[in-house]
């Protein structure tokens, strides 16, 4: 397994000419064919080490499996490591010790609810029942600690149920995954970036091809893949097809999410579903790189534009804000707040950062602000006088805001995309509603429980799926290899 071996370099990204090449690899695998047959072996490849991936390889190596992950950076990260790192579950051990009650009936409700019925449910109830048997086992079996958020709660979720690792972020989420991959002597090789699948007459997937920085190729064997390699954010071409409102804004994830799985799905003849949803942000603060959590918002905190007007209902989702602040001039808003929600904002890592940063800027009087922002004063008064009903039929103000005042220059941001591939229950891949004999798709790869649109992402959708499908497809492939 000499070729296997792990090496840090570079990360090679793709161009159309060559997905034009790989489309005809797979309808007619020619290139590579006589090398695969000489190539290792694994039960399993898993292409993408990002939270679904890991997850998917720690519980089939608990289940007695080997695998190997194929990972295209020289460190796994993906959006995972980007991400706050919230796992939204219900039933948890974790929720049982903070005394938290929470049924899985009622977050089958909030995704639902948040989606106006049009999430796929079949995936919706799969994902709500494997998730907190995936943090449990992530906890018991790999030593991944999670605590509850109960400090605040996001917008539609009916309880406290965001689950955390200590550091509070998906870099800390990825660093503790990325470790139990190391202590349980997983098969991780990284730089090795997916450009083939290998088909043959039955369309049973037999190999992969992937390439190395240095431009050369290799090749693995197996009885069983999973695409766990995300959704197409990193893809201006699939983002101005699929969600042209994003087609400008800035793309906070992992620019490697290129579409891989979209593309090998279409070859494949299996159809990319809900591809107009995904996750947006109206807090992205773009000058630091900084995310700055929407729990502000929840908290009293308002969003003002150049004019010094609010524009939109914030307790809303922060997904579908971000298509508000988008549209308000020169694509930027403000987020505004005073003290106690300051206060709040400091338990978030990122916040934090900003603040050390300066981009949190305090002000003791509303005349202060409105220079800083550039809008007449007199604007900004209204604005925070403002009862019910406020200005341009808004909901009224959580509360009233008084100095000292904080603010924080954002936009809109896409964060990640909810569409791909054709999913059952099991995430095997359908093709025209039968499952292929030995493809599994989860995580952003495949469809998502947000519908059809901006709005339809109940924060934590993300990493419920990465987990929740990872867990799955494990258990999944496991039984079709006579290990479930
Ligand atoms: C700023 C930000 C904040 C977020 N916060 C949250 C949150 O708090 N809660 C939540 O639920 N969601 C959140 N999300 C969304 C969440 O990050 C994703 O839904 C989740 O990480 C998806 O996990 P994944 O394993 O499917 O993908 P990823 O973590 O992106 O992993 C995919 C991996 O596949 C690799 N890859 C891609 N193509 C190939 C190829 N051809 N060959 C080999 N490897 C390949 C990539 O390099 C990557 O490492 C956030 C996203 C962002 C950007």
Known sequence: MESLALKPVVIHVPHEAQWGRDARDLANPSDGVGQLQNAPHFPVVMVGAGACGLTAALMLHDLGLECVLLERDATPQGSSALSSGFVPAAGTQCQARQGIVDSQAQFVQDILHKSHGQSAAHLVHAYVQAVPQAIDALESQHGIVWRVLDHFLYPGHSTHRMHAVPETSGEGLMARLVHAAQVADLTLLTSAHVTQLFIDPDR?????????????????RCDAALLACNGFGGAPDLVAKYLPAMKDAVYAGHVGNDGSAMRWAQALGVANLDMGAYQGHGSWQNELGLLISWALMGQGGIQINQHGERFHDESQGYSEASVGVLAQPGCVAWCVFDESVHELGMG?????????????????????????????????????????PAPGGLPAMSRPLVPALYAIKVTGALFHTQGGLDINAQCKVLARGEPLPNLWAAGGAARGVSGQEVWGYLSGNGLLSALAGGFIAAQSVAKALGRG
């Open 204 to 220: 049973r997937v037999v190999g992969l091809g992937y390439a190395r920085p240095d431009g050369s190729q290799e090749w693995v």
């Open 348 to 388: 978030f890592p990122e916040f934090k950062e900003a603040v050390s940063l300066g981009g949190v800027k305090r002000f003791e009087s509303v005349g202060e602000l409105a220079q800083w922002v550039g809008c007449p004063k007199e604007n900004l008064d209204r604005t925070l006088a403002a009862k019910s």
